[in-house]
C-alpha cells in the first residue's frame, strides 16, 4: 500500500466541468504539495498548504489534517488543464518528498 | 537566477555505461534532492544533499551517487547502468527552513 493515495488514477472531462482529485495519507504531515506534470516531464508546483485552504486562478486546493486527506479542485476545466497532477507530501522531521502515483487528466473541447 | 535547470533534457546510454546528470539550482537554495520517476509511476527519492553534504538516502543501491556544489549546481551519478535504470530524473531544490521545492524539467534517460 502507497503511503499516499491518490484517486481517481484517470479522470476524463467535458471542457467547462468541474473537477476534483483527492489525496489521502497515512501518518503526520508537516507539508502537502499539489504538482502539475505535463506530457515530457516537468513538474510545476501548483500548491504548497500546511492547513486551511489556498486559491490560485481556476485552481483550489484544501486540506483536512485531522482526516489526512486534501482535494484539488479545478473549476470551469479547459483542455490544457490536461496533465497528470501530483500528490506529495512531507512527513515530520524529514526533507523528503513522498509522491502519489499521479492521477492522469484529459479535458476534451 | 531563477528556476532549476537540468542537463540533458534526453540521453541514451548502453548497458554498463555510467552517467552524470546535472542540476542547476535556483540561487541560494541550500538544499537539493533527486528523484527517479519510472513510467506511469510516481517519483521516488534517491537522495538529499545539503550544504555539499548527503543528508538522507532513499532505498538505491550506491552506484548512485551525488555531489553538491558551492555554486548551487548538482550531480547525480549512475554507474553500471541497468536496463530498470530507464527514467526520468528529477531534481528539486529548495532553501532549508522555507518549505517549498522548485522543480527542474527533468532528464529524460534511456538504458539500451
Known amino acids: 500500500k502507497n503511503e499516499v493515495e491518490q484517486s481517481p488514477q484517470n479522470l476524463t472531462a467535458q471542457e467547462g466541468e468541474f473537477i476534483t482529485i483527492n489525496c489521502s495519507y497515512s501518518?503526520?504531515?508537516?507539508?502537502l504539495h499539489w504538482l502539475q506534470q505535463h506530457p515530457g516531464g516537468g513538474i510545476v508546483s501548483l500548491f504548497m498548504l500546511s492547513s486551511g485552504k489556498k486559491k490560485h486562478g481556476r485552481l483550489i486546493a484544501t486540506i483536512n489534517i485531522q482526516e489526512k486527506h486534501s482535494s484539488l479542485h479545478i473549476t470551469a476545466s479547459h483542455p490544457r488543464d490536461s496533465a497528470v497532477y501530483i500528490c506529495?507530501?512531507?512527513?515530520?522531521?524529514?526533507?523528503?518528498?513522498?509522491f502519489g502515483t499521479g492521477t492522469r487528466l484529459q479535458v476534451f473541447p | 537566477e531563477t528556476g532549476v535547470t537540468q542537463s540533458p533534457t534526453h540521453l541514451i546510454k548502453t548497458r554498463g555505461q555510467q552517467v552524470t546528470l546535472r542540476c542547476s539550482s535556483q540561487s541560494g537554495h541550500n538544499t537539493v534532492s533527486w528523484y527517479q520517476q519510472a513510467l506511469g509511476q510516481g517519483p521516488q527519492f534517491i537522495f538529499q544533499y545539503y550544504r555539499e553534504e548527503e543528508n538522507g538516502r532513499g532505498n538505491f543501491p550506491p552506484r548512485f551517487s551525488g555531489l553538491q556544489f558551492p555554486n548551487y549546481s548538482s550531480e547525480l551519478n549512475v554507474n553500471a547502468l541497468e536496463l530498470d535504470d530507464s527514467a526520468l530524473y528529477l531534481c528539486?531544490?529548495?532553501?532549508?527552513?522555507?518549505?517549498?521545492?522548485?522543480f527542474g524539467s527533468g532528464t529524460r534517460l534511456t538504458v539500451v
Open positions: 501518518v503526520g504531515i508537516s507539508a
Open positions: 528539486a531544490s529548495e532553501y532549508r527552513g522555507i518549505y517549498g521545492y522548485t
Open positions: 506529495a507530501v512531507r512527513y515530520h522531521n524529514t526533507d523528503k518528498l513522498i
